[in-house]
Nanobody
């Protein structure tokens, strides 16, 4: 069972940057798709970005395209979410997630079966 641990959240002013990290406990997660979702108070969990190790495929939500970048470090078994040009509406708890690679990169939370504990990102105006 893969375990995921996020880090890197915090408070930042609008226009600033943060980098979130997601460390996996098992090297077998190379056969997984990795995703980032976020959930703001009173809202449903929403897709942010997804990444596949095998073919280095990526997919982004329209709301973050051009501002966020998902990437991975093979040596560290870690996936990152670089967030630039942050906006107050990016404020949420960000969750790292994983699922075995098959077919397309999924964008709905129900398609993922392993989740981290979440890390808070707050963007002030």
């Amino acid at each position: 069972q893969v375990q995921l641990v996020e880090s890197g959240g915090g408070l930042v002013q609008a226009g600033g940057s943060l980098r979130l990290s997601c460390a996996a406990s098992a090297r077998t997660f190379r056969n997984f798709d990795m995703g980032w979702f976020r959930q703001a108070p009173g809202k449903e969990r929403e897709f942010v970005a997804a990444f596949r190790w095998s073919g280095v495929f990526t997919h982004y939500a329209d709301s973050v395209k051009g501002r966020f970048t998902i990437s991975g470090d093979n040596a560290k078994d870690t996936v990152y979410l670089q967030m630039n040009s942050l906006k107050p509406e990016d404020t949420a708890i960000y969750y790292c997630t994983a699922r075995p690679s098959v077919g397309v990169l999924f964008t709905t939370p129900g398609q993922y079966n392993t989740w981290g504990q979440g890390t808070q990102v707050t963007v002030s105006s």
